[in-house]
Antibody, heavy 130, light 111 residues
Framework: EVQLVESGGGLVKPGGSLRLSCTASEFTVTDAWMSWVRQTPGKGLEWLGR??????????DYAAAVRGRFTISRDDSKNTLYLHMDSLNTEDTAMYYC?????????????????????WGKGTTVTVSS | QSALTQPASVSGSPGQSITISCTGTHNDVGAYDYVSWYQQHPGKVPKLIIFDVSVRPSGISTRFSGSKSGNTAYLTISGLQAEDEADYHC???????????FGGGTRLTVL
């Protein structure tokens, strides 16, 4: 069974940095498009960004709200996905999930649109507070 | 404030049907048939129950169905059961603030 396990969450002061990890089992992260999603009680679910599979260049895309502060990367040797977060503020307090993305193949354009979250990890909690 | 608009709560009695709406814009729900729905029980991880507007992943009950009209997507749950009590979140591919946007979630109460 494919499993994702996030780690690295905790308490961090405003302005600080944190790196979250997502380790996969029964699955190779380099072969997939993967995302980070967070959830806060007040704002619900929020997509943060994604990394494409290695065969598609392994490039990244981010939501406007975190672009420039958050960075997604991957260590293929450790089969692990990362989310590096800088300049954290209290609004970044949330549960953070990594996901494996699913796609729709558009027969007209020949493109795969990776847009939904097929498999979710159990999440790791980040609290930003002084 | 979420990009997609869902009712905060809906309720129904066992055996009844309910429908949850998810309203977006011409940049997301209205432009693409790339809508997904997630079920989340309290304290649990979200679970994919619908993608491509109306497709159920393997193992998801046929009591769950999805549809779309214009800028609004719908999730219908028929034959309500106590185990359906959960939060339901919609999501769509988007060309606005993010490649994917979510609704604020709808709490379903089975009376």
């Amino acid at each position: 069974e494919v499993q994702l396990v996030e780690s690295g969450g905790g308490l961090v002061k405003p302005g600080g940095s944190l790196r979250l990890s997502c380790t996969a089992s029964e699955f190779t992260v380099t072969d997939a498009w993967m995302s980070w999603v967070r959830q806060t009680p007040g704002k619900g679910l929020e997509w943060l960004g994604r990394i494409k599979s290695a065969t598609k260049g392994g490039t990244t895309d981010y939501a406007a709200a975190v672009r420039g502060r958050f960075t997604i990367s991957r260590d293929d040797s450790k089969n692990t996905l990362y989310l590096h977060m800088d300049s954290l503020n209290t609004e970044d307090t949330a549960m953070y999930y990594c996901t494996i993305d699913g796609s729709h193949y558009d027969t007209l354009t020949g493109y795969y649109y990776y847009y939904y979250m097929d498999v979710w990890g159990k999440g790791t909690t980040v609290t930003v507070s002084s | 404030q979420s990009a997609l608009t869902q009712p905060a709560s809906v309720s129904g009695s066992p055996g009844q049907s309910i429908t949850i709406s998810c309203t977006g814009t011409h940049n997301d729900v209205g432009a693409y048939d790339y809508v997904s729905w997630y079920q989340q029980h309290p304290g649990k991880v979200p679970k994919l129950i619908i993608f491509d507007v109306s497709v159920r992943p393997s193992g998801i009950s046929t009591r769950f169905s999805g549809s779309k009209s214009g800028n609004t997507a719908y999730l219908t749950i028929s034959g309500l059961q106590a185990e359906d009590e959960a939060d339901y979140h919609c999501s769509s591919y988007s060309t606005s603030i993010a490649l994917r946007v979510f609704g604020g979630g709808t709490r379903l109460t089975v009376l």
